[in-house]
Nanobody, 122 residues
Framework: VQLQASGGGLAQPGGSLRLSCAAS????????VGWFRQAPGKEREFVAR????????YYADSAKGRFTISRDNAKNTVYLQMNSLKPEDTAVYYC????????????????WGQGTQVTVSS
C-alpha cells in the first residue's frame, strides 16, 4: 500500500481543514488506516484510526469531538475533517496503514505516507 497525504495548510484558531490520504494498491480496502501527527520537538502521536470497513473509528482524547475520520474505499481515500482547530494542533500530519489495528494504535504501522503540514495561527 502506498499512501499520499494532502490538504494541510494554514488555518486560524477555530477554523477547519480537511486532510486526504490517497492510497494505491489492491489491499487498501483490507487495512486499518490511521492519522498521526508530529509537532516540532515532540514524538509522533496517534490521532485517529478507522477500520477497513469504515464502521469502527477511534480517536485520541485530543481529537474527540473535533476531528472526524472517514474513508471511501471506492476512491481509495481516507479523510480527516478537523474542526475547531487550536494552535496546539500545529504539526506535520501523516497517514499510515496496517492490517493490524493494534499496530496503528501503537504508532507502528507498516505503511506510511509523507506528511502534510498543518499550522494553526492567527
Amino acid at each position: 500500500v502506498q499512501l499520499q497525504a494532502s490538504g494541510g495548510g494554514l488555518a486560524q484558531p477555530g477554523g477547519s481543514l480537511r486532510l486526504s490520504c490517497a492510497a494505491s494498491g489492491p489491499t487498501f480496502s483490507s487495512v486499518v488506516v490511521g492519522w498521526f501527527r508530529q509537532a516540532p520537538g515532540k514524538e509522533r502521536e496517534f490521532v485517529a484510526r478507522i477500520s477497513w470497513s469504515g464502521i469502527s473509528t477511534y480517536y485520541a482524547d485530543s481529537a474527540k469531538g473535533r476531528f472526524t475520520i472517514s474513508r471511501d474505499n471506492a476512491k481509495n481515500t481516507v479523510y480527516l475533517q478537523m474542526n475547531s482547530l487550536k494552535p496546539e494542533d500545529t504539526a506535520v500530519y501523516y497517514c499510515a496503514a496496517d492490517p493490524s489495528s493494534r499496530a496503528v494504535l501503537m504508532v507502528k504501522p507498516n505503511y506510511w505516507g509523507q506528511g502534510t503540514q498543518v499550522t494553526v495561527s492567527s
